[in-house]
């Protein structure tokens, strides 16, 4: 297989063309799914269905709904462009805002990553390691330094904001403005 018929890599491995497009489809679905009968109702299997391929397929691809709608977060947070501007306070806050909202404006499908993300399975744990890396160098990007107490506080913060979120103590569209006073709690002089 020829690099230029490799596409974007799912959680479990590099993808022909035909094999990416298979596992957009499913993500697609996995998300109407969500939209219509919410997170616990939602199966692989009727994912598939919706997606036009048979289960065994979808498993091909995917573990568990859990590792399914973690990919769908994933897919989001990747396709997100770069924030640009001058490192600092308010750069750190324009990019915890862009993740918060990143599913915000879906209630359940901000409740399914929520959830999904907290999964076991060894591809959800794979997953999550990539999604706190990719965090981690946008808001390491947005600070203009390495300093890891700095980033760990942001990081503690954003993904406490989601579980609070997830457990319905706050709206997730809220997320993103506790997030910025936390931020400016943490680099006030920035």
């Not at 890599?9 to 697609?28: F, H, I, N, W, Y």
């Not at 001058?86 to 879906?106: F, H, N, Q, T, Y």
Request: aromatic share 4%; with cysteine.
């Amino acid at each position: 297989m020829s690099g230029k018929e490799m596409a974007t890599e799912p959680t479990r491995r590099r993808l022909t063309s035909r094999q990416a497009e298979t596992v957009r489809g499913l993500t697609d679905a996995a998300v109407e799914e969500v939209r219509e009968v919410g997170f616990d109702a939602l199966t692989v299997r009727n994912v598939a269905r919706r997606a036009g391929v048979a289960p065994a397929t979808a498993y091909t691809y995917f573990a568990s709904k859990n590792h399914l709608i973690t990919e769908v977060f994933w897919r989001r947070l990747s396709a997100l462009p770069e924030v640009a501007g001058e490192p600092g306070r308010g750069r750190v806050v324009e990019v915890l805002r862009e993740i918060a909202l990143l599913v915000s404006d879906e209630p359940e499908l901000a409740a399914a990553c929520t959830a999904a993300m907290l999964g076991t399975d060894p591809d959800v744990r794979e997953l999550r390691l990539k999604i706190g890396v990719a965090i981690r160098g946008r808001l390491r990007a947005a600070l203009g330094k390495d300093d890891p107490k700095v980033l760990g506080a942001l990081e503690l913060a954003y993904s406490g904001a989601l579980v609070h979120a997830g457990m319905g103590y706050t709206s997730y569209a809220r997320v993103a403005d506790r997030l910025e006073e936390v931020a400016e709690l943490i680099l006030p002089d920035s």
